[in-house]
């Protein structure tokens, strides 16, 4: 396994501890920062192991930050309108 591979499993433990302790914001600043690390792991899984393991990775990151996803679709889906 390279280093890519393991600061992505880092990156899904960090999320999931994140998950874990109550928050009054409703894990906004976090879900915030865990994108802004999330996206350089990604492109450097990317790099390193080719797309499928980008792609890959990119539906374990979406599955565990759903809810900006979710609102993402719903904003860019009602611009649509």
Request: charged share 10%.
């Amino acid at each position: 396994m390279n280093l890519s591979l393991i600061l992505a499993c880092l990156w899904l433990v960090l999320a999931n501890l994140l998950a874990m302790i109550p928050s009054r914001d409703r894990h906004v600043r976090r879900a915030m920062a865990l994108i802004a690390i999330g996206v350089p792991i990604l492109g450097f899984v990317t790099y390193q192991n080719g797309p499928w393991w980008g792609l890959a990775l990119l539906a374990a990151g979406m599955s565990v930050l759903r809810w900006p996803v979710i609102r993402l679709g719903r904003w860019f889906f009602n611009t649509l309108r």
